[in-house]
């Protein structure tokens, strides 16, 4: 948030510019500096999976609503280990933090099994304790029963209820045998990936605006047909998201160096079937392909 008046005080009119990540406490903060009047600048935010650049955008926002969207986002609960967490992310080159997404994207798995088994076991002893209070009112049910069948209707109840008990209480022992399931690794995955999102979005945007080599050469320029453009995005989409995932830094080719065996290769095939299916779309399977072959060999590697 940008206020435009004296640090610190309060004054008569206040010139604040609405930013497109800014939320409801900021907004606040800054539009309540003022006694008399408050001025509020928005201008639209560039979003990357509409068409920024495309002209004449019908579902481009004006000022007013993107000021409403700003008032109503609320980061109040925003954990501060996890405000740390970011700050320290947000410090680390991107291979490295692929690296280490990837060791908690493990113990993260662990941690939601672990969870589900929990809550499954939670669950049942739920469950039992609400069998448990059936059984009176099946018992009140018995007692309208001639009285030999009633004897023999309430010995079958008890007995049921007996078997219920101590099922119930070993579950209940289970439960607290049970380690209780942890979330930090589930935490530090939810923010390493929304900062490798972010970076993902931010080298898209930048791919769209000034396509480098490795785009042009397999998908050409951006088309100004509506429904080729979107596929052309996704193609992006999805080069640049390979790129970040397995560390790619050839200029020229947009998968890098060839994979060779194992489950590498079966990851770049995949990306380049999909990349395929895109450029049919386009209209450039064979283009690309041609490209492909006149670049082959001038690559230099991750």
Known sequence: MTTYSAQGSTVDRAFVAADPSMDKQELYVAASRTR????????????????EIAPGNPGLREGIPHIAEVAERDRAQLAAHEVALRSRFEGLPTEELVARRAVLEGAADR????????DALRARIERGYDGLERYEARREAAEALPRRERKDELRRIDRMESASRRQLSRLEAEMQETPAPG????REFAVADQVLAERRQLAITAARLSPPTYITKELGERPTDPEKRKAWDRGVAGIESYRQEHGI???SKAF????????????????????QEIQRVLGLGQHAARARQLGRGLSIGR
Not at 36 to 51: D, K
Not at 111 to 118: G, I, K
Not at 183 to 186: C, G
Request: net charge positive; glycine share 6%.
């Open 249 to 251: 830094k050839d200029p």
């Open 111 to 118: 941690e939601a099994v672990q969870q589900e088994r929990s």
């Open 183 to 186: 979330d930090a690794a589930r």
């Open 36 to 51: 008399e009047q408050t001025y509020l600048h928005a201008t639209p935010e560039i979003q990357t999976h509409r068409e």
């Open 256 to 275: 890098g160096r060839e994979a060779k065996q194992g489950a590498e290769r079966a990851r770049q095939q995949g990306a380049t079937r999909r990349l």
